[in-house]
């Protein structure tokens, strides 16, 4: 298969090419820092950005949501939302 984009930067703005199932933990990082965050079911996201040390908690976060976020870790306090995977 031919990918015509393989020699090209990677931008933050350029299409994801690796996804996977987020399950929240207080204790661990993604494997790979996010471009954003779909969220497949409603409920709270508690995420730590990239460059933060504590986390942030997105309220009533609709299902069918793409969150546009560097994220590092999807805390499981306060995490409600389901389905969740992480972007890169």
Do not use: E, H, Q
């Not at 990918?3 to 090419?17: E, H, I, K, W, Y």
């Not at 965050?37 to 709270?44: D, E, F, P, S, T």
Request: net charge neutral; no cysteine.
């Amino acid at each position: 298969m031919a990918d015509n984009f393989a020699n090209t930067a990677r931008g933050v703005t350029a299409p994801a090419t690796r996804s996977g199932a987020v399950t929240p933990n207080d204790g661990a990082d993604l494997a790979n820092v996010s471009r954003a965050l779909w969220v497949g079911g409603a409920g709270n996201v508690a995420v730590m950005l990239l460059d933060d040390t504590a986390a942030t908690t997105f309220v009533g976060v609709a299902a069918g949501t793409m969150m546009p976020l560097r994220v590092k870790r999807v805390m499981a306090t306060n995490t409600t939302a389901t389905n969740i995977v992480a972007i890169d």
